[in-house]
């Protein structure tokens, strides 16, 4: 098992408890209620769950709704079912960003009142020009200068619904030069005529995430702040509101690469048109990033907290290769995973020397290494095998069943081929074979069998639904596409092949819903979450059992 990485906020942990700067540490995990949460947003969870686990201190849960347009109940539903699966509870209630607006907005008026922010009329087109570039300073607004009493005066009246949309916004007053552009009069509050899902129609002006969020942070008592790299340049916005607001406390933020995994898309935006445009059958499609989708898709919690432990935590990016990820959940189930056997494409053989009428009740261990149990499996005359396990022109080397050949089925006897029927067309319809009666869970007198093969009876064998998920995307890189393509263009049209009729062995009559098995010699399987019953299921390929990609 390869190590786990080194994550540099542990240290930095360690030592503001060791010195007292904090007693207790706080974190948060600020997921916005838009959409389910992915792979990338695992890390961020195992690393703030997982370092206040690890320090006994506490983790909160924040919705960081601000954006009320492109937020659902739906979606901070699946969002808690999300972080509760994967093995976190978060301190203490949910808190939302929301539960602050009364006082964000006490404190822009603060802030209008210390003449630090002002009611700005310019159109977004005018404000990016007076915004100025990386190279150039920026040019005061026109409004900048307005008195107190009008900024209030305004500010009340976007608060009450006078002004349209996009009308106007509050602006911090700070510095149209500064290198640092989001300290270029940032926007504090928008006028949006919309529905929030927890404040209804109380606001018509919303703050901005820049608004919000270290105060939010502040509030909760939150010790250390953290967040992926694209908010380093707003460290310096996050500490001027600290510095400029009475605020209970002062958080710290600190910022981590976030994860890129190869074959795969995680932003939620594009995952959300990968839903609405049909192309999988929702957000917990079990070919999609989302943690719902990995659930579904057989995917244990402990795999993919193995995995964030497995990537680390760091600063400096890169890309992950998803043989990370399907590594880590090939371990756990080749650890725990019970073994049965599920035959994918029957083909009938019928064993002319065996009685007819008889059964013979075979016991087969349903681990080989771990103490698990039996699973009792019937051995009659006729049984099904896979259809690709006979080969009438078998290549040099071939291990399975041919034209004479002796075989082993596993768990029970050697048989042999005798003859192949095939019906008018010329396909194989059923095998009629002979075996050994001496070869139960014995080697044949004077001659090597070397291969082995699944099987299932046909008397009792379950008929089901087997569901072959790959990678949703055919290229490592999907977000590159040729000229004026789009990641789309890159769904791999092979990510999904569903075999029906199918034989799985008797003792998964009784799988549950997200009973995770090894099929011998097919890979690692899970009953579907919500396809499959108890006597009719339905098992979708979490993971092959060998990297077989590209082979
Ligand atoms: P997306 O780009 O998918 O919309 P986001 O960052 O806008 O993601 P949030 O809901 O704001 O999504 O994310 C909640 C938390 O998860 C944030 O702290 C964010 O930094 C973190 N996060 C999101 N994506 C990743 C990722 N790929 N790797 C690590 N952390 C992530
Ligand atoms: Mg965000
Ligand atoms: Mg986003």
Redesign the pocket.
């Known amino acids: 098992t390869p190590a786990a990485a080194a994550n540099f906020l542990r240290p930095i942990v360690q030592t503001d408890l060791e010195s007292g700067k904090h007693a207790k540490i706080i974190t948060r995990?600020?997921?916005?209620?838009?959409?389910y949460?992915?792979?990338?947003?695992?890390?961020?969870?195992c690393?703030?769950f997982g370092l206040a686990r690890e320090f006994g201190g506490e983790c909160n849960l924040r919705f960081?709704d601000t954006n009320p347009a492109k937020e659902d109940q739906e979606y901070i539903d699946a969002?808690q079912s999300d972080v509760r699966w994967l093995g976190f509870e978060w301190s203490g209630p949910v808190h939302y960003a929301s539960d602050y607006f009364p006082q964000l907005h006490d404190w822009a008026i603060e802030l209008i009142k210390a003449g630090k922010a002002y009611v700005c009329h310019l159109s977004p087109d005018e404000a990016r020009e007076y915004r100025g570039t990386l190279t150039e300073p920026g040019k005061n607004s026109p409004y900048r200068e307005r008195s107190v009493e009008e900024n209030l005066d305004l500010f009340a009246r976007m608060k009450a619904g006078e002004f349209a949309d996009g009308a106007c916004v509050l602006r911090a007053k700070i510095d149209m030069a500064a290198p640092n552009m989001n300290l270029r009069d940032p926007i504090l509050y928008r006028i949006r005529h919309a529905h929030h899902h927890q404040t209804g129609d109380q606001w018509c002006i919303y703050p901005s995430y820049d608004f919000t969020h270290g105060q939010s942070d502040a509030l909760e008592g939150i010790t250390h702040s953290?967040?992926?790299l694209?908010?380093e340049d707003h460290r310096p916005l996050y500490e001027w509101f600290l510095d400029n607001l009475p605020v209970p406390s002062k958080p710290r933020q600190y910022e981590?690469?976030?994860?890129?995994?190869n074959y795969t898309i995680?932003?939620?935006?594009?995952?959300k048109q990968l839903v609405d445009e049909g192309h999988v059958s929702g957000w917990d499609d079990p070919r999609m990033s989302t943690l719902s989708g990995y659930r579904r898709r057989g995917y244990t919690p402990a795999s993919i907290r193995h995995f964030c432990d497995l990537i680390g935590v760091n600063r400096a990016g890169g890309v992950v290769d998803i043989g990370m990820l399907e590594f880590a959940i090939r371990e756990d189930l080749d650890a725990n995973a019970s073994r049965a056997m599920c035959v994918l494409k029957p083909l009938k053989v019928v064993i002319t020397n065996y009685p007819e009428g008889q059964v013979e009740l075979l016991e087969l261990a349903r681990h080989p290494k771990q103490d698990m149990g039996v699973r009792a499996l019937p051995f009659a005359r006729e049984i099904y095998i896979d259809a690709g396990d006979y080969e009438e022109n078998p290549p040099k080397g071939y291990k399975r069943l041919e034209p004479n050949g002796e075989v082993r089925l596993r768990g029970s006897y050697v048989i042999r081929a005798d003859e192949a029927i095939k019906d008018a067309e010329g396909n194989i319809v059923e095998l009629r074979c002979s075996y050994d009666p001496a070869t139960l869970g014995k080697n044949p007198e004077g001659r090597k069998v070397k291969g082995v093969i699944h099987w299932v009876p046909v008397e009792g064998s379950l008929e089901c639904e087997v569901r072959l998920y790959d990678r949703l995307f055919k290229s490592a890189n999907p977000e590159k596409t040729e000229d004026g393509g789009s990641f789309l263009d890159n769904i791999n049209p092979d990510s999904l092949v569903v075999l029906t009729g199918c034989r799985a062995e008797p003792s998964l009559a009784q799988a549950q819903p997200e009973d995770r098995f090894q099929f011998e010699r097919e890979g690692y399987f899970t009953a579907d979450l919500k396809d499959s019953k108890p006597g009719a299921p339905v098992f979708n390929r979490t993971v092959t059992l060998r990297d077989s990609w590209g082979q």
């Open positions: 995990f600020p997921p916005e209620p838009n959409g949460l992915h792979i990338g947003h695992a890390k961020s969870i690393l703030n960081d969002i953290i967040c992926t694209e908010f981590f690469a976030r994860l890129n995994l995680t932003s939620k935006r594009k995952l």
